[in-house]
């Protein structure tokens, strides 16, 4: 297969951290704009630490990256990992675009008569 | 174009695909309900699915193998769980092992499909919703090599006319 596939590690570390609710907003959140995590820490029911754990989760599974600035810690979108994500997806798509064409093609048959819709007459 | 639309929430690791089709609901809800024809479409040529068993009631259960190009048998298992005909099905996707056993760790696909009726057409969008990226890539690498297969079949598909008569 010559698909830049992630190590199977690597990809369940980008998926089981993107089965939490919290850590799914707070990547959306920082594709949308930079944040530092006290900022982040603000919008949620929970500790700074603990979202400071979720952030770290996120990192380690190469979604977000976290840099000093001054007293802060600003959480960015990693849009490499996120790419990845993207790409599977993409893939995925492509395979309903397939079946779709399938039944279309099916459909185009006829089989067996559709009741009033169209008129093969044959 | 068959598919109309599609959207990716790679946050929520679902997408949804919006096709329409030239039948009405009734017919576009046949190539679900009688496997004879879910298997026509559901795996790509390279990897055609055979159905075993698919009790279409709610909470009934599917089992099918899709076949590979070197004769391997990749298995699932569906389970319906909801049915309302003509118009929306839910059922959940996994992975089964050689005994057809269903393999838990690498999670469902939890599928909604709508059906809607443009009078005479249907609109038909599937939302699937991922739990695993294991399942996603098993998937992924079955649907690939139908990728290159696919775009040679659309040329084919242009140069054969659909003749209808």
Redesign the interface.
Known sequence: ?V?D??S?EA??R??QA??DATR?DI??RVTASESSVSGLAERYAMSFAAVQKHVAVLERATLVTKQKRGREQIVRANHDG?QR??R?????????????????????E?T?P?????S??? | M??IS?A?D????S?T?V?E????V???W??WEDPR?LE???G?PTWPATFEKHDFVPGGEATYYMTGPEGEKARGWWRFVSLEAPHRLVFDDGFADDDGEPVAEMGTIHGVVTLEDLG?RTR?S?V?T?????Q??K???M??E??MK?ALG?VD?LLVE?A??
């Open positions: 297969m698909v596939q992630l199977e990809a369940d980008v998926f993107l089965a799914r990547v959306r996120l994500v993207r599977l997806l993409d893939d995925y798509e492509n395979i309903w675009r397939q079946r779709s064409d399938r039944i279309a093609d099916l459909l185009a006829g067996p559709a009741p009033g819709s169209d093969t007459g044959d | 068959t598919v599609s990716q790679p946050g929520a690791l997408l695909v096709a089709f030239d039948a009405g009734e017919r576009v046949q190539i024809q026509r479409w559901w790509p005479g038909m599937v699937s991922f739990e695993t990226q294991k996603m890539e998937i992924v690498a649907g690939m139908e990728g696919g659309q598909a659909p209808r008569a």
